[in-house]
């Protein structure tokens, strides 16, 4: 059983930086992509990065690209989502998840891609 558990979270200002974590329980997360989602009120759960098992590719959403860098250190089960420039559009609850095929397949923005995901972490960003 896979538990991915977010932290980092909170209330920063426009233009602010948050660090996000997800550590994954098992001995195996070395062996999977991970992806970052987000979830704002109203609207659909959105993609918003991805990385390689070994982490040596990565891939963004148009929306967030050269403003958050996405990474893992495998040898601590974690997952990391540096965000800086924060914009209020930012705004949402964000999701880690873990890719059940362990490669990059076409549908990789598609939630259905994932196997097991976090409870979510919060972020808010103000004007």
């Known amino acids: 059983q896979v538990q991915p558990v977010e932290s980092g979270g909170g209330l920063v200002q426009a233009g602010g930086s948050l660090r996000l974590s997800c550590v994954v329980s098992?001995?195996?997360?070395?062996?999977?992509?991970m992806a970052w989602f987000r979830q704002a009120p109203g609207k659909e759960r959105e993609f918003v990065s991805r990385i390689s098992a070994t982490g040596e590719t990565t891939y963004y959403a148009d929306s967030v690209k050269g403003r958050f860098t996405i990474s893992r250190d495998n040898a601590k089960n974690l997952l990391y989502l540096q965000m800086d420039s924060r914009q209020p559009e930012d705004t949402a609850v964000y999701y880690c998840?873990?890719?059940?095929?362990?490669?990059?397949?076409?549908?990789?923005?598609?939630?259905?891609?994932?196997?097991?995901w976090g409870q979510g972490t919060q972020v808010t960003v103000s004007s």
């Open positions: 998840a873990r890719d059940f095929r362990g490669y990059t397949p076409p549908s990789y923005r598609d939630v259905d891609s994932y196997d097991y």
């Open positions: 098992g001995r195996t997360f070395g062996g999977y992509a």
